[in-house]
């Protein structure tokens, strides 16, 4: 069974301070990764997507992937309240071409 | 306006009912999947399919039924074989080509309640 894991947290960092959030996957031939922002009671929406090893940046968002270390991290830069969420990673399952997610982590901004 | 629409938004379901969830996409998208995700939990993948009139079972399709007949529309039929449906459903899609050929974009989802 190939595997997304997340630590469920909650993750509690101060307004403006850098909230930083980490998954590791199983499957070696994944070639795409995912970050969804989930407020409660809604639906994943995307955030970032990284396909190679380094950093991507857009905006206050950074996604870094390890590909050797299987590990994927996506940074928060200036934390908001309105960033408060649960944060999905999600990696490609190349054999069935579908994704296969975490069970999230929770983010809370503090004022 | 292009996106992924589901209905309804809330639906209550009665034991030994069956019951229908829509999504519908203007997407142009080929690959269609749903998921459940329960309270604290992750997306779990229920059915996907790459093509009109072809579809997979993912990993929890027990008491779960799908079709495909239309490039737009992928419904999901919870039946009673289902013992424990309350939870909340998520469709998503994907196009086949292109750049972002994985990335998947989601519905406002279901919420089903079993009585």
């Known amino acids: 069974q190939k595997e997304v894991e997340q630590n469920s947290g909650p993750l509690s960092v101060p307004e403006g301070a850098i909230a930083s959030l980490n998954c590791t996957y199983s499957?070696?031939?994944?070639?795409?990764f995912f970050w969804y922002r989930q407020y409660s009671g809604k639906s994943p929406e995307l955030i970032m997507s990284i396909y190679s090893n380094g950093d991507k940046e857009d905006g206050r968002f950074t996604a870094q992937l390890n590909k050797a270390s299987q590990y994927v991290s996506l940074l928060i830069r200036d934390s908001q309240p309105s960033d408060s969420a649960t944060y999905l990673c999600?990696?490609?399952?190349?054999?069935?071409?579908?994704?296969?997610f975490g069970s999230g982590t929770r983010l809370q901004v503090q004022p | 306006d292009g996106g992924i629409t589901q209905s309804p938004k809330y639906l209550f379901r009665k034991e030994g009912q069956n019951v229908t969830l829509s999504c519908e996409q203007n997407l142009n998208h080929d690959a269609m999947y749903w998921y459940r995700q329960d309270p604290g939990q992750g997306l779990r993948l229920i059915y996907y399919?790459?093509?009109?009139?072809?579809?997979q079972k993912g990993d929890i399709a027990e008491g779960y039924s799908v079709s495909r007949e239309k490039k737009e529309s992928f419904p999901l039929t919870v039946t009673s074989a289902q013992k424990n449906p309350t939870a909340f459903y998520l469709c998503?899609?994907?196009?086949?080509?292109?750049?972002?050929?994985?990335?998947?974009?989601f519905g406002p989802g279901t919420r089903l309640t079993v009585l």
């Open positions: 399919s790459q093509i009109v009139n072809d579809f």
């Open positions: 499957d070696r031939g994944s070639q795409s």
């Open positions: 998503a899609s994907t196009p086949r080509t292109g750049p972002a050929t994985d990335t998947q974009y």
């Open positions: 999600a990696a490609s399952d190349t054999g069935r071409r579908a994704l296969t």
